[in-house]
């Protein structure tokens, strides 16, 4: 079987990695992989890591959603490499995808990773054009958590809607040399109490509100360090709002990061301060390596902490996230309970097989055609 996705571009997110996921699990287990990215190639790990585990990568040049030249491209693409499904993520991705499925034949199933759009561009047209395409183009569609399929239960047909969790492989723990160098490089010395938060630097991940918690907390708790890993228009902002709280020597701006595995592994918490979110993968991968989590309960976020599994606070409640914050921060013994329960459940209900083999199932019940 020959699976294409396509993707509207291979900058830094996690429906991008969800393709290294898929390419790293498929290849061996026999299924050709094409990755389709509409706009043009950049410097990011991606393409380097699709390759690697065995894909290939094709890189269009749109620019913008009515750019018309992609629909020939996409059906020459898909009639010259002998597609027989497509796979789309992203809104861009989902309404080409759609339609060029319908002309070519070729069945598109469709990943909804997000409730809405970070966005607000193309106001209501995209939204509205994406919908139609994913109601009456696409064959079938996948939600990334319960949250999300929620989100698009009232709009879409509950048969033609699945969750297929995402997977994530178990962290490995870093070496207690490697734990230290990574924190001192971090800090600036490995006996700091490290805090990390990942994300894009976009209004939907509420940043700026975070810092604005931290700097009650450095109140109480000057040993600690900030770290924010990722990148985005408001970085400029957001450094500027850590000056004007006075907290240059304690937040640290790690920019886009390949290492995030091993952050994690060298944090003490990890916090999530979104306004909306769809699901986490971030969150996910800090559960994997033991992290205790501090979260607004946006998103699948309210499901993945549910039963101790880590701190719920609600979205916009920055009294109570700086609250909350300080008290793990002054009970280690309730970071490691929370952190041994958030691996734990990764372990059992996030396995890349178990994610690998439903997707497998929906190609085939589409394709008629087993890997």
């Not at 597609?83 to 991705?93: A, C, G």
Request: a positive charge; proline letters at 4%.
């Amino acid at each position: 079987m020959k699976v294409a996705h396509l993707i509207d571009t291979l900058a830094w997110g996690g429906a991008q990695i969800v393709l290294v996921d898929f390419a790293n699990a498929a290849v061996p287990r026999g299924l050709e992989v094409l990755v389709i990215v509409l706009r043009k190639k950049m410097e990011t790990p991606y393409s380097l890591a699709l390759e690697k585990a065995g894909a290939r990568v094709r890189f269009l040049s749109i620019t913008t959603l009515y750019d018309l030249s992609a629909l020939p491209q996409l059906l020459a693409i898909l009639q010259e490499e002998k597609v027989d499904i497509l796979h789309t993520h992203l809104s861009h991705s989902n309404i080409l995808g759609g339609i060029v499925g319908r002309l070519s034949g070729i069945p598109v199933v469709t990943t909804l990773h997000n409730v809405r759009s970070a966005t607000k561009r193309n106001f209501w047209v995209r939204p509205v054009i994406e919908r139609i395409v994913l109601r009456f183009l696409t064959r079938k569609l996948t939600a990334v958590g319960n949250n999300v399929a929620d989100a698009h239960q009232a709009v879409f047909p509950r048969d033609k809607l699945h969750i297929i969790p995402p997977p994530v492989s178990r962290s490995t723990r870093l070496s207690e040399t490697e734990r230290n160098k990574l924190r001192k490089e971090i800090a600036g010395d490995s006996c700091e109490t490290i805090v990390l938060a990942i994300g894009r630097f976009v209004m939907q991940k509420g940043f700026a509100e975070l810092l604005s918690a931290f700097a009650k907390v450095r109140h109480r708790h000057p040993e600690v360090v900030l770290a924010l890993a990722g990148s985005g228009k408001l970085r400029a902002e957001l450094e500027a709002q850590a000056g004007s709280l006075s907290l240059n020597g304690s937040v640290r701006f790690l920019g886009f990061r390949e290492d995030i595995s091993k952050l994690l592994g060298a944090c003490d918490l990890y916090v999530s301060s979104s306004h909306w979110e769809g699901f986490s993968r971030a969150m996910l991968e800090a559960m994997s390596a033991g992290v205790p989590i501090l979260a607004t309960g946006v998103g699948d976020a309210r499901y993945l902490l549910a039963e101790g599994r880590g701190v719920l606070v609600p979205p916009g409640d920055m009294e109570t996230f700086a609250r909350e914050f300080s008290n793990l921060l002054e009970d280690p013994e309730a970071r490691r309970i929370l952190g041994e329960k958030g691996r734990a459940y990764v372990d059992k209900y996030h396995s890349v097989d178990a994610w690998l083999d439903a997707l497998l199932e929906i190609y085939t019940s589409l394709t008629g055609k087993s890997a």
